[in-house]
């Protein structure tokens, strides 16, 4: 009996060596044909079913069906999402720990800024600003990493290295810019890349080598970066340009949860949700926090920064 199965997660020849194997030597798999977005088996019905035939391929983090699957666009998704908060009840709670995290981080702010620098305005008016990026920063990535681990599916290569470069690539980028705009270039580009290549391995691991290598040279790449953009603005209204900066980094990693959703959870029935709670969540961001300010204050400071 011929059938054929759609899979639009196969994109490269990695996948179909990895889906090869599935089926080879499989019993009651007679012949079989990985296309692009597709499988075409020819199997005896009598000793393995059509649905083995889906697991097989659900075993490694690949979607399948034998309908061909339909792909909402922005407009379908955010009618969905506002509609059905149900469906989307893990991206309501990572949206309402973000923004909580975000605004209870300024209380132990406020406290160490009121006892340990009795209420020095100059301080205040030198760091308020990177203050408020830092916490938006911490929080943003915070909350793509948070529903990255909310859900617990077999990641495909590609997907994973995506991961591991987005996150990787980001978290270096706005910590090395705001580093390095408080610090200067050495501790801006040291601090950016250790966070960011750190960050990028331990969330691009889900795949193997492939994605640790893709989440620590992107980690370099944005660790390096941040520090040069916050410098080489430094007299040419850098705070003017910050909040676009800031919001084209939260539309990245808001982005990586969006493609994440549809090409990992949505239609996957292998997927298990085992999010943090928000205890564990705010003192990740608050311990995050607390390390990067203490740097950006008492860290060296090189004639190049601006506070």
Known sequence: MKKTIYCPD?????????????????KGVQSF??????????????IIKEEDLLKLI?????????????????SERAKDFMTNK???????????????????????QFLIWHIFFNHDPATLTKYI?????????VVTIGAAIWHYHAYKAQITHMIGMMVGMTIG???GLLVGTLVGATNGMFMGTLVGLLFGVTIGALNGKCCGIMG??????????????????SLMMKYDYLLLFMPLFMLVNMIIL????????????????????????????????????????????????????IA
């Open 10 to 26: 196969i994109t490269c020849e990695s996948c179909v060596k990895v889906l090869t194997k599935q089926f080879q030597n499989r």
């Open 33 to 46: 044909f990985i296309g692009n977005s597709a499988i075409d088996v020819d199997y005896n019905p009598e």
């Open 58 to 74: 659900h075993e490694k983090g690949y979607r399948a069906s034998f309908s061909v699957f339909g792909r909402a666009s922005f």
């Open 86 to 108: 149900e469906k989307y009840a893990l991206e309501y709670k990572m949206l309402t720990y973000a923004a909580a995290s975000f605004l209870l981080l300024f209380a132990p």
């Open 129 to 137: 600003w990177w203050v408020f990026y830092l916490n938006l920063s």
């Open 169 to 171: 690539m980001v978290s």
């Open 212 to 229: 640790i290598m893709e989440g620590m040279m992107a980690g370099v790449m944005g660790g390096t970066m941040g520090p040069m953009i």
């Open 254 to 305: 808001w982005g990586l949860s969006y493609m994440l959703y549809e090409e990992v959870i949505e239609e996957n029935p292998n997927v298990e949700r085992k999010p943090l709670d928000f205890f564990t969540f705010f003192s990740f961001c608050f311990l995050a926090t607390i390390i990067l300010l203490a740097i950006m204050i008492f860290g060296y400071k090189s004639p190049l920064g």
